[in-house]
């Protein structure tokens, strides 16, 4: 089996849906936080998934998008709070691997963070059987 994942979930709406929670502690390690911001950057470093509703984002969605990639390098995950498809488009284009509108289908949030948690873990497992291939 490979080694867990650990997720970060942003944002009141996310971690207060104890269903998502319980899904995803069941197999990754979970940060709960309520907003980001920069001086907060240390809390998220390890993540290799950060799902946040982009009303924890001081009001720059895409802003927060591109400082948690440069920042973690994670596949973020953005959910909606009261986004127009042109910032949904922004937030994309700066790095956001995944979007999800209100209302939130917490089941679909939590399959495609476990997805793109299982796709990192494995991707890191070929890593480092190649790096040992290598030696």
């Known amino acids: ?10 944002g009141r709406p996310l971690w207060r849906d104890w269903e998502l929670v319980e899904r995803l502690v069941q197999k990754h390690e979970v940060t709960l936080l309520h907003a980001i911001a920069p ?35 994670a596949a973020i995950v953005l959910l909606d709070g009261g986004l127009g498809q042109r910032e949904v488009a922004t937030v994309l284009h700066a790095g956001a691997q995944d979007y999800f509108s209100e209302p939130f289908d917490f089941a679909l949030i939590a399959e495609r963070l476990t997805y793109l948690a299982e796709s990192r873990s494995a991707a890191r497992a070929r890593a480092r059987k190649d790096a040992d291939g290598r030696v």
Do not use: Q, W
Not at 46 to 63: E, F, L, Q, W, Y
């Open 39 to 73: 001086r907060d950057l240390h809390l998220v470093a390890h993540s290799d998934i950060v799902a946040v509703d982009s009303r924890a984002c001081d009001a720059d969605p895409r802003g927060c998008v591109e400082l948690l990639r440069r920042s973690t390098g």
């Open 1 to 10: 089996m490979s080694a867990p994942c650990h997720v970060c979930l942003i």
